[in-house]
């Protein structure tokens, strides 16, 4: 199970919303305690594919580096990846399944016509198929301390 808070949720809407007509695509930081993670605060990065953003994106290898060092600056975990489908369901397609790194949490954020829809969570089993990994929501206990997402690379 992935739990991710009501304002990190609209974040991660927003960043879809925001980058519409292309993909969206970042970090989820966060803790883990057994079989359930906490997304605290995600990193927003640049969409580096070169065409076709629309259908795919990519991820620098310095992105993924200092999303790495910022997790251990923050006593935290580099749980996963996040990206937007656009007029398409929140479901990973092939593609994601084949570039996919086990461990991960995959939160597809589904987008159709510039307006929301859904928000899952996928995780590589033992075959290298995803499954769906049970998203729960919470409200954060203050505004005060819900971190904003990290300054992006955009």
């Not at 594919?49 to 992105?63: A, H, N, Q, V, W």
């Not at 990206?83 to 570039?99: A, F, G």
């Not at 505004?143 to 992006?152: C, G, I, K, N, W």
Request: aromatic share 10%; hydrophobic share 35%; glycine share 4%.
């Amino acid at each position: 199970m992935i739990k991710i808070n009501s304002v990190i949720h609209q974040f991660l809407a927003d960043d879809a919303l925001r980058t519409f007509p292309d993909e969206c695509c970042g970090f989820l930081l966060g803790t883990e305690e057994g079989e359930q993670r906490v997304v605290e605060e995600i990193i927003v990065v640049n969409n580096a594919k070169d065409s076709d953003k629309r259908r795919r994106f990519e991820i620098t290898p310095l992105d993924y580096l200092k999303a790495e060092r910022t997790a251990d600056e923050k006593n935290l975990l580099l749980l996963g990846v996040y990206h937007s489908h656009l007029n398409h369901p929140s479901v990973p397609s092939e593609h994601d399944r084949v570039v996919a790194q086990p461990y991960f949490s995959y939160v597809i954020i589904a987008v159709r016509e510039n307006e929301f829809v859904s928000l899952q969570s996928w995780r590589l089993n033992d075959d290298s198929q995803f499954e769906e990994e049970k998203v729960e929501g919470y409200l954060p206990q203050s505004a005060e301390s819900t971190p904003r997402p990290y300054p992006s690379s955009r």
